[in-house]
T-cell receptor
Framework: GAVVSQHPSRVICKSGTSVKIECRSL??????MFWYRQFPKQSLMLMAT?????????EQGVEKDKFLINHASLTLSTLTVTSAHPEDSSFYIC?????????????FGEGSRLTVL | GESVGLHLPTLSVQEGDNSIINCAYS??????FIWYKQESGKGPQFIID?????DKRQGQRVTVLLNKTVKHLSLQIAATQPGDSAVYFC????????????FGTGTSLTVIP
């Protein structure tokens, strides 16, 4: 089946630094990927839609300058948390749609746990 | 995002019993739904999906029921096993807004051996 890989799986950084998380579709091309954020014992919150070759679409309330998204190829999207602060500590999960809407599956990566000290 | 909520945040069942997890959604334009299972520290795993032109869909040990009249979705797991213990989410896709999926609150299922 389709596989989505995230890297790193865990990262710890100091407050004020920037952290980049990669999301790759390993055996299929994904023109659209999605980034979610999940706090402990809570649901996944959609942050943004990453579109290959164009700007990401952010959900209401998500700071685009804080969470930079780049979708440079059909198999790679990156999320950069800029000037990270402790409140940015969270589980970040990406997903990619294999196949068209309503016909394909939405595959998720294993998540990246960010801890900001 | 749209409001997609679950009625029960936790559910405990005996091994071998059937489990029913419920989900309510608020947007009548939602036309595609997916149930996901998430184990601790991992990403969600696809379980089963259903389109709004269907009322029921069955998979291996799982059945999803969709009631568009009351905007309600349920996931039934037959003969629940300890390996089914996880958090279950329903996610909805709104027909005319692209490929975004919005997740419900989640239900934590615990299977008692």
């Amino acid at each position: 089946g389709a596989v989505v890989s995230q890297h790193p799986s865990r990262v710890i950084c100091k407050s004020g630094t920037s952290v980049k998380i990669e999301c790759r579709s390993l055996d299929f091309q994904a023109t659209t990927m999605f980034w979610y954020r999940q706090f402990p014992k809570q649901s996944l919150m959609l942050m943004a839609t990453s579109n290959e070759g164009s700007k990401a679409t952010y959900e209401q309330g998500v700071e685009k300058d804080k969470f930079l998204i780049n979708h440079a190829s059909l198999t790679l999207s990156t999320l950069t948390v800029t000037s990270a602060h402790p409140e940015d500590s969270s589980f970040y999960i990406c997903s990619a749609l294999a196949g068209g809407r309503g016909t394909g599956e939405l595959f998720f990566g294993e998540g990246s746990r960010l801890t900001v000290l | 995002g749209e409001s997609v909520g679950l009625h029960l945040p936790t559910l405990s069942v005996q091994e071998g019993d059937n489990s029913i997890i419920n989900c309510a959604y608020s947007n009548s334009a939602s036309d595609y739904f997916i149930w996901y299972k998430q184990e601790s520290g991992k990403g969600p795993q696809f379980i089963i999906d259903i389109r709004s032109n269907m009322d029921k869909r069955q998979g291996q040990r799982v059945t999803v029921l969709l009631n568009k009249t009351v905007k309600h979705l349920s996931l039934q797991i037959a003969a629940t096993q300890p390996g089914d213990s996880a958090v279950y989410f329903c996610a909805e896709n709104i027909g005319n807004t692209g490929n975004q999926f919005y997740f419900g609150t989640g239900t934590s299922l615990t299977v008692i051996p």
